[in-house]
């Protein structure tokens, strides 16, 4: 007797196990070479289930550059601004200024950030998603 894989099937024909023996003396059982459990068997070979889309990773930081373009292409660098320029206390704006536009990288973790983009009336998930388009930017 010849001792290869065989994939245990389902009614279905999903491959629910995978398993050393002869498919020929397995009921229910397919030549399993190339097969995976949660495959479907389609008569002649496996076909893979579909996969789901990765979600995208949020980057902890981007550049300066990386962001005001992301903020200009979303058509929010002109409210970025507004929200700087209405800030009351002179001390916050400055520094607000210099996170603006003096810092290397734009950390998704900043105060600023997280106070500028609440300003707009940004959602978390919203400034995620400039953070996830300024990564891709290169100028």
Same mark, same amino acid.
């Given at each position: 007797?010849?001792?290869?894989?065989?994939?245990?099937?389902?009614?279905?024909?999903?491959?629910?196990?995978?398993?050393?023996?002869?498919?020929?003396?397995?009921?229910? /059982?397919?030549?399993?070479?190339?097969?995976?459990?949660?495959?479907? @068997?389609?008569? /002649?070979?496996?076909? +893979?289930?579909?996969?789901?889309?990765?979600?995208?990773?949020?980057?902890? /930081?981007?550049? +300066?550059?990386?962001?005001?373009?992301?903020?200009? #292409?979303?058509?929010? @660098?002109?409210?970025?601004?507004?929200?700087?320029?209405?800030?009351?206390?002179?001390? #916050?704006?400055?520094?607000?200024?210099?996170?603006?536009?003096?810092?290397?990288? @734009? +950390? +998704?973790?900043?105060?600023?950030?997280?106070?500028?983009?609440?300003?707009?009336?940004?959602?978390?998930?919203?400034?995620?998603?400039?953070?996830? /388009?300024?990564?891709?930017?290169?100028?």
């Amino acid at each position: 007797m010849t001792m290869t894989t065989a994939a245990i099937l389902d009614a279905a024909g999903v491959v629910i196990n995978i398993i050393v023996a002869d498919p020929a003396e397995v009921p229910g /059982s397919v030549p399993g070479e190339g097969g995976a459990i949660g495959d479907t @068997w389609d008569g /002649s070979g496996f076909v +893979r289930p579909p996969q789901p889309e990765a979600e995208p990773v949020v980057p902890e /930081s981007v550049t +300066r550059a990386q962001g005001k373009a992301a903020l200009v #292409q979303a058509g929010l @660098w002109a409210g970025v601004l507004a929200y700087v320029a209405g800030i009351a206390d002179p001390t #916050q704006q400055a520094l607000a200024e210099i996170a603006l536009h003096d810092t290397l990288e @734009w +950390r +998704r973790d900043s105060p600023f950030l997280a106070a500028a983009a609440a300003g707009l009336g940004l959602t978390s998930a919203q400034l995620d998603a400039l953070f996830i /388009s300024a990564v891709e930017i290169v100028l």
